[in-house]
Every structure is written in structure tokens, then in C-alpha cells.
């Protein structure tokens, strides 16, 4: 940590140590690029800490799955870049299906993805019932992807963080970004009490925070916060392999669960909750808990009797065409923008970290990302 007051520099400021910020850090330093990280807390307390965890790439718009797959071979490498797994578990991500209508858009799924070398196996009738005998009755298909599952929240961008300090990132934790102006080639970065900081790129991954620092660069978008709603219930003897999702419209059908090797079942899903970005603080409503608990008894009938140990929520920002903000800005050379996630930036982050030090190093990706860029909104600014 460094508190001097006078101005520290390098090739690349980041504004958020969230997963994005982190592992941007770190794969910066793997290109040899000098690199300061600004969090306001600690590296991972936002969305990225205390998210669900699902490693998933299946049901993303079929657009984000390139990006997905290459998140999917870091995640596999983590030991080797880390030095850590965070309990990176493989186990598979099922999908499942209640109606003939959703069974059908599955299955159409299915074939498109394998154009984006995501092959997905699909289980109906025995089949299901002797692979998966947790399911309930109600579902009626399901859909494997066997190379996915899930992953610890808590561990992933604390080591990230870790890892780029090891390879000489600076890491500023409790380092609140105030105002951001470009003078010349730099940005001059200004901080609560941490002093000044420039370099010639900047990254703005600063999670449900962004909207208005990229207002500050005349590039406002419709982002918005929500808190998705957690639970986890006491440990049982661990039987469920992949991490589960129901696919559906009605959204407070739409529950996920996965279980631990210790033995507890986290889930999430449903309608979402309050978020409130003054405050820092993300709200979970009972009743949302009240309604997911058959919701997840009708996916497993076996969670039905267990003891709820814990809920919580996080704050996570979301965009009207459930899109992410990724690549450089229109108006600003220099600036980078990664943030609005749509509660799904936890499996996709390390893909975006790397993708991020890939556009500083040498101003291209080759990870198609146009759909995600901010020029989207322009319309709708001149509007
Ligand atoms: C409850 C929950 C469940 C989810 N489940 C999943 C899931 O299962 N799978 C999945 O793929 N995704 C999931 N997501 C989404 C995923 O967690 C997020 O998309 C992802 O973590 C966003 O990462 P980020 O780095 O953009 O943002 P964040 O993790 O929010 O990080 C942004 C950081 O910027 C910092 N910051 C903000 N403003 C400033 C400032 N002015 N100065 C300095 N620092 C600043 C914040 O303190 C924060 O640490 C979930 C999200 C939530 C909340």
C-alpha cells in the first residue's frame, strides 16, 4: 500500500478491483506492462466476492461465447497462473427445462452452440432420470455442459489481486478514485487521501460504480444496479455434481443451485432485489427467499427439508439489452470500459482481463467483442 502524496505513474491505471480490474492487472504484468490498480475496499468485497459462482458458458447470447471460452481455458489453467484453483470444480453445468416450449429453444441452443465449439449433451425420458435421480418429475429435459460447473467467489479475485501484485503490480486497496481528467497524453487520476496518479491508458471496471465515470467521459449509458439473491443451505453428503439452472422466461422460476464438496447448496436465482450504489449495500427481501424455496424444492425435491444457514446479495449492474460494455471508448484514446456484466461476468471475467491487456498491449483483440462496445448507446444519447 502507498499512501505518498506525490504522483505515482504507470503504463496503465485500472479503476476497480473487482475480477475484471484483477485479472486485467494480472495479465497486464504478464505482458510487461507497468500497472496501477485503485479500489475503493478490498480487492473482490463487490459483485465478484460474493457472487453465485457459476462457471458457465451455455445460455449466454451465442455472440458473448467466444469471449466465455476463452475465460473457460483460464479458468482451467488457474493453478498453473495462480498458483491456486479457487476451487474451480469442472463438474458440469446442466440446464434444465420444464415445458416443451423451453425444451425446444434448448435444443435449437444446442446446435447453434456448437458452431462456437461449445458442445452440449442433452438428456430426456431414462436418460435423465438415470444419469441425474435428483431432478424433479417436472423437468423434462436437460442440457449438459460437461466441461463447465462452478467455482469459489470468495477465493478467484483475491487471487487474481495476489498474483499481480507477486509480478509487480501495485495494488491499491481502500484508494477511492474522486476525478478523472485527460491532460496531454495521461490521465491524471485523483484519489481520497492516496495522492495522484497517471499513466496514458486507463480501465474503468469499477462494476455498478462505472455508469458515472463514464458519464465524466460524455459516454452515458442506461446502466442500472440489482442485488440477485443468495442463499446456502447446511452441509449433506455431497451428491450433486453439476451446478443446476432452470431456463425459463417467468423469472421467478428462475433458480440455480450448486453443491459444495463440504456439503452445502448455495443458490440464487428469482426475482431480484434492491441495490442501492450510495449506500454500498445490496438487500435481500425475504419474500424473494420465500419464493425460492419451492422453486428449488421443485429442481431438487431433496434440498426440500435442509436448514437455510445464511443469505446475503451483491450489487451487480445490468444493461437493457443484457450486454456487457467491453472495449475501448469512442470519444477517448486511452480508455478502456469493461463493466455491466447482467449477473453473469463471474465466469466470463479472467476472458475479460486478458482481453483487456490484449487491447492495451497491441490495440486489438482477437476475441470478437464488437456487439459490446459503448458506441451502442450513442443513438440513444443523440436521441
Ligand atoms: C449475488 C450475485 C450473484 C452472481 N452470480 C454470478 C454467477 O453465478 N456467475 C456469473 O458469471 N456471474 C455472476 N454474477 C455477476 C458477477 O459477479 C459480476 O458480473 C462480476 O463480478 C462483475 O465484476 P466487476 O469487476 O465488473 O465488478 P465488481 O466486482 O463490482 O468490482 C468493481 C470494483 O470497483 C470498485 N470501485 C467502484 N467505484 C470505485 C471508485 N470510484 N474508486 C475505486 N474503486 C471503485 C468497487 O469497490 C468494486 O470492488 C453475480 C453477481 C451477484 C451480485
Not at 435421480?133 to 466441461?147: E, K, T
Request: glycine share 12%.
Amino acid at each position: 500500500m502507498n499512501g505518498s502524496a506525490k504522483t505515482q505513474a504507470a503504463d496503465v491505471i485500472i479503476v476497480g478491483g473487482g475480477l475484471m480490474g484483477a485479472s486485467a492487472a494480472f495479465f497486464l504484468r504478464q505482458r510487461g506492462r507497468s500497472v496501477i490498480l485503485l479500489e475503493r475496499g478490498l480487492v473482490g468485497q463487490q459483485a465478484s466476492g460474493v457472487n453465485f459462482g457459476n462457471v458457465r458458458r451455455q445460455g449466454r447470447h451465442l455472440i458473448q461465447l467466444p469471449l466465455a471460452n476463452r475465460a473457460r481455458d483460464i479458468w482451467g489453467r488457474l493453478p498453473e497462473l495462480l498458483g491456486e484453483d479457487c476451487e474451480f470444480l469442472p463438474s458440469g453445468h446442466l440446464r434444465v427445462f420444464y415445458s416443451d416450449e423451453f425444451a425446444a429453444k434448448g435444443e435449437q441452443y444446442a446446435r447453434d452452440a456448437k458452431a462456437y465449439d461449445l458442445h452440449l449433451e442433452l438428456f430426456a425420458g431414462n436418460a435423465l432420470r438415470d444419469r441425474f435421480p435428483y431432478l424433479g418429475r417436472d423437468v423434462i429435459m436437460a442440457s449438459l455442459g460437461a466441461q463447465d460447473g462452478h467455482a469459489n467467489p470468495r477465493l478467484a479475485t483475491p487471487a487474481f489481486g495476489r498474483a499481480a501484485r507477486r509480478a509487480g503490480a501495485a495494488i491499491e486497496e481502500n484508494t477511492e478514485v474522486l476525478a478523472i481528467q485527460k491532460l496531454g497524453e495521461d490521465f491524471q487520476v485523483e484519489t481520497r487521501g492516496r495522492g495522484t496518479f497517471r499513466a496514458p491508458n486507463l480501465i474503468v471496471a469499477a462494476g455498478a460504480w462505472s455508469g458515472a465515470l463514464a458519464a465524466g467521459f460524455g459516454e452515458p449509458v442506461p446502466l442500472t444496479a440489482k442485488g440477485p439473491q443468495m442463499g446456502v443451505t447446511e452441509p449433506v453428503p455431497y451428491r450433486i455434481g453439476p451446478s443446476l439452472g432452470v431456463s425459463t422466461s417467468v423469472e421467478a422460476d428462475t433458480v440455480y443451485l450448486r453443491q459444495v464438496k463440504r456439503g452445502n447448496i448455495v443458490f440464487g436465482g428469482g426475482t431480484r432485489g434492491d441495490a442501492d450504489i450510495e449506500a454500498i449495500r445490496a438487500y435481500v427481501d425475504p419474500v424473494n427467499t420465500l419464493n425460492q424455496l419451492p422453486r428449488l424444492q421443485r429442481l431438487v425435491p431433496g434440498v426440500g427439508p435442509l436448514r437455510l444457514i445464511r443469505t446475503w446479495s451483491g450489487i451487480e449492474s445490468y444493461l437493457p439489452d443484457d450486454l456487457p460494455v467491453l472495449g475501448a471508448s469512442e470519444k477517448v484514446a486511452g480508455l478502456l470500459y469493461a463493466f455491466g456484466f447482467c449477473g453473469a461476468g463471474f465466469q466470463i471475467g479472467p476472458g475479460v482481463g486478458d482481453v483487456l491487456a490484449e487491447l492495451v498491449d497491441t490495440g486489438t483483440t482477437v476475441t470478437p467483442i464488437d456487439p459490446f462496445h459503448i458506441r451502442r448507446f450513442a443513438p440513444a444519447r443523440a436521441a
